[in-house]
């Protein structure tokens, strides 16, 4: 008999779960530990923030599905990993804050990190809704409240006044463009929508260093007999609907209504707003852990920004050195073969997009997104790993390397049946492979992009799939991540 | 920008249209599916069980 422990239900952790329990015998106990009681599809809560789904649309309980399906659900926050156990029992566990502010201790033979971002509001004065002047969408919650804002603004638009938004990224090291992209599109539809756009300016502010970007270096499209950069489709969007831009910034501080930022040519600049959603930098969620003797040993099992370290190169090789080797396979932790992380949890190796700083020192440089389907497939493949090596295998018999599988995304630009439209793209590989695929580091055949209805139409499926894929309803097992 | 604004590629009245046009769109839906599957598929293979 064996105790999976998986920390975190978001993507990576909940399908990881639901995999692990569905492959493993009764005998085997697979517990889930999370600080939210709901399980959210996220990709969602983009149309929550303009108003166009209400947040419990994109969220459900998990305790009475997890009850249902055989899966302990400890409702707490992972604190600390003892891999070694600790002076008392040389059995692993981990350390639970509970929600009463009791704690507990989990043992487990094998554990999976999910435990997926903090929101690192923090890193940039003034930002976020809790306690700062810009909105967010990265939970629920936020996107009700940039949705209440955003009615406001519209209140005061129909009554005549003109008013400005920004949207983008709140710091310099932020990842997940490709969701406030998706957010600023939905937007200008919405303000068109509800009749309002002429009194609206509309601004992209972005660490990017060419529109596009996502943190994955850009795209190459075939396209109309040219291979085009996705920089010319993303300003090409952004210039039919009117939207403005300012790209390589940091935002280094937001007050009321005004932001301040700097470019990578070490330029300052201030920008005035009435309304911003701005996406914040993310680390790790803090986790400690401990050896045998009680002895810190985090520094060995995580980055300095708190993700986990795992079959990765982080020799911090130059740029021109990086190879899609480097990146993980397994997820396995180099130091405790009985532990795994999945989705955001683990530590890149580097980035994807070239990093660079301004002459000030300031990092402008978009961090590489591993959210969604590459998330989904992690857990997957790790939780399959697991179930082998409980059953007797050496070591992980599955991967899932970001440079060795692709992404499809359809970031949603306007929700309407008929003239709603979303750009669908998918990338093969996500880490460019320069070694298999040599001009472009991807496979052209199988990167593309468009914008269409009939994106819109795969959004509104893919929502509804994945929730169902999520609930574990009949047949969840034969729609793909 | 404003200057980088009016050197971007702009789409055709024929592209706008296009993009919201029924019998194209349902064609679209199908060949997009399909991409999408087939890079499932291969992000699977490493996990498949």
């Not at chain 1, 249902?68 to 981990?94: C, N, Q």
């Not at chain 1, 970031?411 to 008929?418: E, F, K, M, V």
């Not at chain 1, 492979?433 to 509104?460: C, M, N, Q, S, V």
Request: aromatic content about 10%; overall charge neutral; proline content about 7%.
């Amino acid at each position: 008999m064996a105790r999976i422990v998986i920390l975190g239900s978001g993507v990576a952790g909940h399908t990881a779960a639901s995999f692990a329990r569905a492959w493993l015998g009764r005998g085997d106990d697979v517990t889930v530990i999370s600080p939210r009681p709901d399980y959210n599809w996220v990709p969602s809560n983009i149309w929550v923030g303009v108003g166009l789904m209400a947040p419990e649309k994109v969220v459900f309980p998990l305790a009475p599905l997890y009850e249902r399906k055989g899966i302990e659900f400890v409702i707490g926050a992972a604190s600390a990993l003892h891999p070694e156990g600790d002076p008392t029992s040389r059995d692993p566990f981990v350390d639970v804050e509970l929600a009463g502010g009791e704690s507990k201790r989990v043992p487990y033979d094998f554990l999976i990190n999910a435990t997926g971002p903090a929101l690192r509001f923090d890193k940039t004065p003034g930002l976020g809704p809790d306690g700062g002047f810009s909105q967010s969408v990265c939970l629920p919650d936020h996107a009700s409240a940039a949705s209440a804002a955003l009615d406001e603004e519209v209140e005061r638009m129909r009554r005549g006044e003109r008013r400005k938004f920004v949207v983008g990224v709140g710091h310099g090291t932020c990842t997940c463009e490709g969701a406030a992209f998706e957010y600023i599109v939905n937007l200008e539809f919405e303000l068109r929508a509800r009749g309002v756009r002429d009194r609206a300016e509309i601004m992209w502010l972005t660490n990017e260093y060419e529109l596009g970007d996502f943190g994955m270096g850009g795209m190459h499209l075939k396209r109309g007999g040219y291979v085009t950069p996705s920089s010319i489709f993303n300003e090409s969007l952004f210039a039919e609907r009117g939207i403005d831009w300012i790209k390589r910034a940091h935002v280094s501080q937001v007050s009321e209504g005004a932001l301040e930022y700097e470019t990578l040519d070490g330029a300052t600049s201030g920008l005035q707003f009435d309304f911003a959603m701005l996406l914040p930098p993310f680390s790790g969620v803090g986790l400690k852990a401990f050896d045998a003797a009680g002895e810190d040993i985090t520094e060995q099992m995580f980055m300095p920004n708190g993700f986990m370290r795992v079959d990765a190169d982080y020799s911090g090789k130059p740029v021109e050195e990086w190879r899609a080797s480097d990146w993980p396979r397994s997820y396995q932790s180099p130091l405790y073969p009985n532990v795994f992380a999945a989705g955001i949890a683990f530590a890149p190796p580097h980035p994807i997009s070239t990093p660079r700083k301004s002459p000030n020192g300031t990092v402008i440089a978009p961090a590489p997104p591993r959210t969604g389907m590459p998330s989904a497939s992690i857990g997957k493949a790790v939780a399959a790993s697991i179930v082998d090596m409980v059953r007797g295998a050496d070591g992980p018999t599955h991967h899932a390397s970001m440079a060795e599988m692709g992404a499809a995304c359809v970031a949603s630009a306007g929700a309407s049946l008929t003239k709603g439209t979303a750009a669908s793209m998918t990338v093969f590989p996500i880490v460019p492979d320069y070694e298999r695929y040599p001009e472009y580091g991807r496979d052209g055949a199988r990167t593309f992009g468009e914008i269409g209805l009939a994106g819109h139409w795969i959004k509104l499926l893919l929502h509804h799939m994945f929730l169902y894929k999520a609930r574990m309803r009949p047949g969840w097992r034969l729609i793909p991540e | 920008m404003d200057d980088e604004s009016s050197y971007a590629t702009r789409p055709t009245r024929f592209t706008l249209l296009m993009r919201t046009f029924l019998p194209w769109q349902l064609w679209r839906f199908a060949v997009v599916n399909l991409k999408m599957i087939d890079i499932s598929r291969r992000n699977n293979h490493g996990a498949r069980r």
